[in-house]
């Protein structure tokens, strides 16, 4: 069974400063592996999605990289500023014939990141 | 704009009153899910559906029951829902095909009392 944990559950730093969220999993049989963002009482919002066959992605100060063997996966921000302060949540989905059959999700318990102004 | 909707965004209820979460999504999704979301835990899933008619259960589906008879709709009923059923649930959808990228509704907060 998969299991999903993001290190460390809570983080607060200083405008400005660059910072690493991590996620690890157990099943290194992923199709793909997505980054999201919860705002407080708020719904998820989709950050960046890697494929099983890409080692990053970026989107604006965002780098998402994937080592899949060793079951790993970090986020990169750069340059935080207080309005990226919220929950961020990693999630992966199995392979086809690895139990990812219905395309679900596995989440971790998610990094809340305090940036402080 | 693409995006999917659920409704209500906050519902209180009591115990046994029957009550259904309608979502909605206008990219033409065959892939939707319902995940329940709760201090500790993180997220479940509940049921999901990988077309039209066709449905099944995810890792909590106890006391809840879908439907999938129209492509962009997958209610989430709770026939006699229970306190423990309280909980901040989302629906999601995604294509099965190209790149399968998981949009997730805003969410709806149930409490059960």
């Known amino acids: 069974k998969q299991e999903v944990t993001q290190i460390p559950a809570a983080l607060s730093v200083p405008e400005g400063e660059n910072l690493v969220l991590n996620c690890s999993f157990t099943?290194?049989?992923?199709?793909?592996l997505q980054w999201f963002r919860q705002d407080p009482g708020k719904g998820l919002t989709s950050l960046l999605l890697i494929q099983s066959s890409q080692r990053e992605q970026t989107s604006g100060r965002l780098n998402a990289s994937l080592d899949k063997s060793s079951g790993r996966s970090t986020l990169y921000i750069a340059a935080s500023q207080p309005g990226d302060s919220a929950t961020y949540l990693c999630?992966?989905?199995?392979?086809?014939?690895?139990?990812?059959?219905?395309?679900?999700?596995?989440f971790g318990k998610g990094t809340l990141l305090t940036v402080n102004p | 704009e693409a995006q999917v909707t659920q409704n209500p965004r906050y519902l209180i209820t009591v115990t046994g009153k029957k009550l259904t979460v309608t979502c909605s999504q206008n990219?033409?999704?065959?892939?939707m899910s319902w995940y329940r979301q709760d201090p500790g835990l993180g997220l479940r899933q509940i049921y999901y559906?990988?077309?039209?008619?066709?449905?099944d259960k995810g890792d909590v589906p106890e006391g809840y029951k879908v439907s999938r008879k129209e492509k962009r709709n997958f209610p989430l009923i709770l026939e006699s829902p229970s306190p423990n059923q309280t909980s901040l649930y989302f629906c999601?959808?995604?294509?099965?095909?190209?790149?399968?990228?998981?949009?997730f509704g805003p969410g709806t907060r149930l409490t059960v009392t």
């Open positions: 990219m033409n999704h065959e892939y």
């Open positions: 099943d290194s049989a992923i199709y793909n």
């Open positions: 559906s990988m077309n039209v008619e066709v449905t």
């Open positions: 999630a992966v989905r199995q392979w086809k014939g690895s139990g990812g059959s219905n395309y679900k999700l596995t």
């Open positions: 999601a959808s995604s294509l099965i095909t190209g790149l399968p990228e998981q949009y």
